[in-house]
């Protein structure tokens, strides 16, 4: 099962829509760090914690956004046809399923980190 985590887990970072989802939330995350948490936010230091929730709270939406693009990989048009290869393995189908997600968790996890390291 190993093999198929880290198979759906490569799959879903090193495809165009995930760089491109990270490319857009680090450039958002970096002008919001430059542009308004910066200055401090509520007349606080930029280093307090209200600017850096302000910050997360800023970047989250995107991030939510990033997370329902993932989830409709999961359930695409392609994936249905693959669907019909993976029900004739020996693996199950639950247990599958829940290793995508898993897949899925983790590459939300390296956006999140993403943006926390900005």
């Known amino acids: 099962m190993t093999k198929i985590f880290f198979y759906e887990l ?6 165009k829509f995930f760089i491109g989802l990270l490319l857009a939330t680090a450039l958002l995350s ?3 760090l430059t542009g308004v948490i910066i200055r401090g936010a509520g007349g606080t230091a930029p280093f307090s914690p209200w ?14 956004v990033t997370l329902l693009f993932f989830i409709t990989f999961l359930h695409s ?11 004739a393995t020996p693996v ?23 943006v926390v390291i900005i």
């Open 30 to 32: 970096w002008t919001t």
């Open 10 to 15: 490569r799959r879903l970072t090193f495809n």
């Open 51 to 64: 600017s850096y929730g302000l910050y997360l709270s800023t970047v989250m939406p995107v991030l939510l």
């Open 92 to 114: 199950k189908p639950m247990a599958y399923t829940l290793v995508r997600y898993g897949a899925l968790s983790a590459g939300f996890a390296l956006l999140v980190l993403a």
């Open 77 to 87: 048009k392609q994936e249905g046809q693959v669907r019909t290869l993976t029900a």
